[in-house]
């Protein structure tokens, strides 16, 4: 029985997918074969292979009972002469590989039916470069194997874009190359069914969240109230845009008194009509984020 989320009124069950992998097509220690035996014994729902510059032949492969979606890693050169990471997803198996530019790839891949997330911005992007794009879906919050580059967590590049008024999702991956990153970062997707298509319809238009373990079970914002359900967490933020850094946390948990909480409710200042998003974490130091949602009566 999937788990159902009641995603801002509508019910629907949440595949577990892991966005971001690497195989032996490039850099990763493991075959496709072992990529996909791994994380399917592991209870996931949805694998995207994203190697770099490649793709891969999906359509031949036994997702023992998982979604595989087809992606790349994409390298184009952006300013500052930095090689930038995108992370594409429901790509053609024929899709090339290489691009002169940022928006010639993001354009590309659109073209063709995917879309595109800025992977790991931190040192490579910055908030400026990212919103000079169009098309881009959304950026990666959380990336395991990140944490061997200083990449592993991008909050405040989120927050800028968000702040500059782009309701840009996030996604949670392991960008999976070794067995060390393994299984830390993953998304959740709450779409009418787990084919390729309502995964990637889900994706664009945000319904889903990133985790490293916490569950969200319930996102509500009605009559001015912001209501968020989840599985027991010490902490819950709810960061407010523009101009509004935190407004709704139910204290400061120290390691001796942290209240175990499920639910957080709050009014956002009366007559608040920007953006909101909602950051857990649970005793052992594990986040989930919820994605940007716009107030609507
Ligand atoms: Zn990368
Ligand atoms: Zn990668």
């Not at 994409?74 to 090689?83: F, Q």
């Not at 959304?138 to 395991?144: C, L």
């Not at 009509?273 to 857990?280: A, E, N, P, T």
């Amino acid at each position: 029985m999937k788990n159902i989320i009641d995603f801002y009124g509508a019910q629907l069950p949440v595949f577990k997918s892991s966005l971001h992998i690497h195989s032996t097509v490039s850099d990763g220690d493991f075959s496709p074969e072992e990529v996909i035996r791994l994380y399917s014994e592991a209870g996931y729902d949805v694998l995207a292979f994203s190697d770099h510059h490649k793709t891969n032949p999906v359509s031949t492969y036994d997702g023992k009972g998982m979604t595989i979606l087809s992606g790349m890693e994409i390298h184009p050169i952006g300013p500052r002469n930095v090689i930038w990471h995108l992370l594409a997803l429901g790509v053609p198996e024929d899709l090339p590989g290489t691009y002169p530019n940022g928006q010639a790839a993001i354009d590309a891949v659109t073209a063709a039916g995917g879309i595109v997330f800025c992977a790991h911005p931190n040192g490579a992007f910055s908030s400026h470069d990212i919103l000079q794009l169009q098309g881009l879906t959304g950026i990666e919050v959380a990336n395991t194997n990140g944490r061997f580059t200083g990449r592993e967590y991008n909050d405040q590049c989120w927050n800028e874009l968000i702040a500059e008024g782009w309701r840009c999702s996030a996604l949670a991956v392991d960008d999976m190359h070794t067995a060390c990153d393994l299984f830390q970062n993953w998304t959740m997707i709450a779409a009418e069914n787990p084919s390729p298509q309502a995964l990637l319809d889900a994706l664009k238009c945000g319904r889903f969240y990133a985790t490293q373990g916490p569950q969200f079970k319930r996102l509500s914002w009605k009559d001015g109230v912001f209501e968020a359900e989840f599985s027991e967490v010490v902490e819950a933020f709810v960061y407010g845009f523009p101009g509004m850094d935190i407004i709704a946390t139910p204290g400061f948990p120290t390691p001796e008194t942290s209240p175990r909480i499920t639910s957080l409710r709050c009014r956002p200042t009366e007559g608040f009509r920007g953006v909101l998003r909602c950051r857990i974490r649970d005793a052992q130091n594990r986040c989930a984020w919820s994605n940007p949602i716009t107030y609507s009566e």
